[in-house]
């Protein structure tokens, strides 16, 4: 089978920043400043398990968190892992005694029945797919927003040109980078990413660092 066209999921990060540096001055002086840009991504076995970390961490410290999900795969075969067949059979105790809340119980539970309905396709679906199709399918589950999607698109699917603008660190990037007062409204991001496109998750990386201090601006 042919790749999809919607699958390009590789950063050319020497075009992003030259495309990056001509288009926009402010991350042009950030870009020389933070160097080399360090964005990577990590393939999962599938948007299931993708989802389910995310549900699972959503509010809670890193380590906190890592607990829970650790407990949460433990109830499953070692052999196979979470798996939406075998979660939806697992007693609401058990769950419940690894640690999820009452509501992360119920989206979890969501989460694999649509897994199972196709609503959320496995990973060669939904490298079919374009990057607002997927936002589309996976904002269907109960409690996964559109924020949680675009971090999967930027950080498991590798996907090229994603501005999350409702992100904090983004919209603190933005502001320190243009000198702004205070943080800039959404739809101040999204008139400046389109400057950015078709490298905006290059982009994304930039805003964050200078958001850690990383840049002197």
């Known amino acids: 089978m042919k790749p999809s066209p919607n699958d390009k999921s590789r950063h050319d990060t020497r075009a992003a920043l030259r495309h990056l540096r001509r288009s926009d001055p402010h ?8 160097g080399r840009c360090g964005l990577e991504f990590t393939p999962t076995r599938s948007p299931f398990h993708s989802l389910l970390r995310a549900i699972t ?3 809670l410290s890193g380590k906190a968190a890592a607990t829970i999900h650790g407990r949460v795969v433990a109830l499953f075969p070692a052999e196979h892992g979470p798996h939406p067949e075998l979660l939806l059979g697992l007693p609401e105790t ?3 005694g690894a640690g999820l809340s ?3 119980l119920l ?3 969501d989460l694999a029945a649509k897994a199972l309905d196709g609503t959320v396709p496995d990973m060669k679906g939904l490298k079919r797919l374009s990057d607002d199709e997927i936002i589309e399918r ?7 927003g559109r924020w949680t999607v675009e971090m999967l698109l930027i950080f498991t699917l590798g996907r090229p040109d994603v ?8 919209r603190k990037g933005f502001q320190r980078a243009y000198g702004m007062r205070n943080l800039p409204a959404y739809s101040t991001l999204e008139r400046a990413g389109r400057a950015w496109a078709p490298h905006r998750s290059v982009a994304s990386w930039y805003l964050w660092r200078i958001a850690d201090g990383d840049a002197e601006l």
């Not at 991350?27 to 933070?34: G, M, P, R, S, T």
């Not at 501005?163 to 983004?170: A, H, R």
């Open 57 to 59: 961490y959503q509010q």
């Open 107 to 109: 989206a979890i539970r």
């Open 138 to 144: 996976l904002t269907q589950v109960r409690g996964v």
């Open 27 to 34: 991350l042009a002086k950030a870009i020389a400043q933070v």
């Open 163 to 170: 501005l999350p603008v409702t992100d904090l660190g983004i």
């Open 102 to 104: 009452r509501n992360k």
């Open 94 to 96: 058990a769950l419940r």
